[in-house]
């Protein structure tokens, strides 16, 4: 089993930069593929990046590809999402989650997920 507790979000204006950290604990935590997601108030849950487990290869939704960066700290059981030039439509509850297996941009494949943490992009 995996525990995940996500921090970093808070008010940001709008071009600023957030980081978000995601401590991960419990068994094996090497042997799963990480995600970041985010759900908007009356939206659906988006992927936005996923770390492989095997080689830390990264793959991103093409939409927010090249204003948000994952990474992985493995010593330390971290990943982050650096978000850079955010905007009011990033607003949203992010997430991370934890999936034994290949990288994905799907929720519904992840077996463990954190608390979420607030992100609000205004002025």
């Known amino acids: 089993q995996v525990q995940l507790v996500e921090s970093g979000g808070g008010l940001v204006q709008p071009g600023g930069s957030l980081r978000l950290t995601c401590a991960v604990s419990?068994?094996?935590?090497?042997?799963?593929?990480m995600g970041w997601f985010r759900q908007a108030p009356g939206k659906e849950r988006e992927g936005i990046s996923c770390?492989?487990?095997?080689?830390?290869?990264?793959t991103y939704a093409e939409s927010l590809k090249g204003r948000f960066t994952m990474s992985r700290d493995r010593p330390k059981n971290t990943v982050y999402l650096q978000m850079d030039r955010l905007e009011p439509e990033d607003t949203a509850v992010y997430y991370c989650?934890?999936?034994?297996?290949?990288?994905?941009?799907?929720?519904?494949?992840?077996?463990?997920w954190g608390q979420g943490t607030q992100v609000t992009v205004s002025s």
């Open positions: 419990g068994s094996n935590p090497h042997f799963y593929s």
């Open positions: 989650a934890a999936l034994r297996g290949l990288c994905a941009l799907v929720g519904d494949f992840y077996d463990y």
């Open positions: 770390i492989h487990y095997g080689d830390d290869s990264i």
